[in-house]
């Protein structure tokens, strides 16, 4: 794996050099596209709106309108904007990784010491463990501010960006009833399935079946076959009591 930023972790006084590398891949697949007439691939240029002529990359730069006019930006500007946090991921907190709402979860990144025998980075993987708390930090990578925890995975630490609090969206605008009467027997029979489908989690157990059905769908169009797919409609009920379909889900799983 090749890194993608280089710095420290900040840890009270203690500084733990680390390298980061993307912890996630992309299983969907690569699709190009294609000028349906003779499918040579569409490249797109970056284009001068006024002069129509293509812009070479390094002419290039970065700006903000402000007035009608734009304030172009350098890269020592963004380093500047924030320059304590450009090459340190500092803990400010400690957190119950519980606490975190999913929806705050974007990318994580798996974090390496530099060295092998780092005994700052080995205390701190320990200590998250034993303590059932996660880190939460801040830091810049490729020109934007990060929030992030840092967490334990085995004897790894793994910094995941989660988003600002103002990135989500209230549900204000949702029209949906928040006053809707459910009776203790529904409630009952809606836990009782929630208990009979439990498990732990595993996720090695589910995998990307639509980019693998995709591929296979590609593969035999290569060879000028058409695969006949099963077309699956949307599932209805006949039965609008909403515990008699709760106990018929669970009469189901008996069954199964």
Same mark, same amino acid.
């Given at each position: 794996?090749?890194?993608?930023?280089? @710095?420290?972790? @900040?840890? @009270?006084?203690?500084?733990?050099?680390?390298?980061?590398?993307?912890?996630?891949?992309?299983?969907?697949?690569?699709?190009?596209?294609?000028?349906?007439?003779?499918?040579?691939?569409? =490249?797109?240029?970056? *284009?001068?709106?006024?002069?129509?002529?293509?812009?070479?990359?390094?002419?290039?730069?970065? !700006?903000?309108?402000?007035?009608?006019?734009?304030?172009?930006?350098?890269? =020592?500007?963004? +380093?500047? %904007? %924030?320059?304590?946090?450009?090459?340190?991921?500092?803990?400010?907190?400690?957190?119950?990784?519980?606490?975190?709402?999913?929806?705050?979860?974007?990318?994580?990144?798996?974090? +390496?010491?530099?060295?092998? #025998?780092?005994? %700052?980075?080995?205390?701190?993987?320990?200590?998250?463990?034993?303590?059932?708390?996660?880190?939460?930090?801040?830091?810049?990578?490729?020109?934007? +501010?990060?929030?992030?925890?840092?967490?334990?995975?085995?004897? *790894?630490?793994?910094? #995941?960006?989660?988003?600002? @609090?103002?990135?989500?969206?209230? #549900?204000?605008?949702?029209?949906?009833?928040?006053?809707?009467?459910?009776?203790?027997?529904?409630?009952?029979?809606?836990?009782?399935?929630?208990?009979?489908?439990?498990?732990?989690?595993?996720?090695?157990?589910?995998?990307?079946?639509?980019? +693998?059905?995709?591929?296979?769908?590609?593969? %035999?169009?290569?060879?000028?076959? =058409?695969?006949?797919?099963?077309?699956?409609?949307?599932?209805? #009920?006949?039965?609008?009591?909403?515990?008699?379909?709760?106990?018929?889900?669970?009469?189901?799983?008996? !069954?199964?």
């Amino acid at each position: 794996m090749r890194s993608i930023w280089k @710095g420290s972790i @900040g840890f @009270g006084l203690v500084s733990i050099p680390i390298k980061l590398y993307s912890a996630v891949q992309s299983s969907s697949l690569e699709l190009d596209m294609l000028d349906s007439r003779d499918h040579a691939r569409i =490249r797109y240029q970056r *284009v001068n709106e006024n002069t129509h002529k293509e812009v070479p990359y390094e002419k290039i730069v970065k !700006g903000y309108k402000l007035d009608d006019e734009y304030v172009v930006l350098e890269e =020592r500007d963004f +380093e500047d %904007a %924030a320059p304590e946090k450009s090459k340190v991921i500092e803990i400010e907190s400690f957190v119950n990784l519980s606490e975190v709402n999913p929806m705050f979860y974007e990318t994580s990144y798996y974090t +390496e010491p530099d060295t092998k #025998t780092n005994k %700052a980075y080995a205390l701190l993987v320990e200590a998250l463990k034993k303590s059932g708390k996660a880190g939460l930090a801040r830091f810049v990578l490729r020109n934007n +501010e990060n929030l992030c925890i840092i967490h334990p995975l085995h004897h *790894v630490l793994v910094v #995941t960006n989660i988003r600002f @609090g103002q990135e989500i969206r209230s #549900t204000d605008e949702l029209n949906i009833d928040d006053d809707i009467n459910i009776s203790k027997k529904e409630l009952d029979m809606g836990l009782a399935l929630i208990k009979q489908c439990e498990e732990k989690f595993d996720v090695s157990k589910f995998h990307d079946d639509y980019h +693998e059905e995709l591929l296979k769908i590609i593969q %035999a169009k290569a060879k000028g076959k =058409r695969p006949t797919i099963k077309k699956l409609k949307p599932r209805t #009920t006949k039965n609008n009591d909403l515990y008699d379909q709760l106990m018929q889900s669970l009469n189901a799983k008996k !069954g199964a």
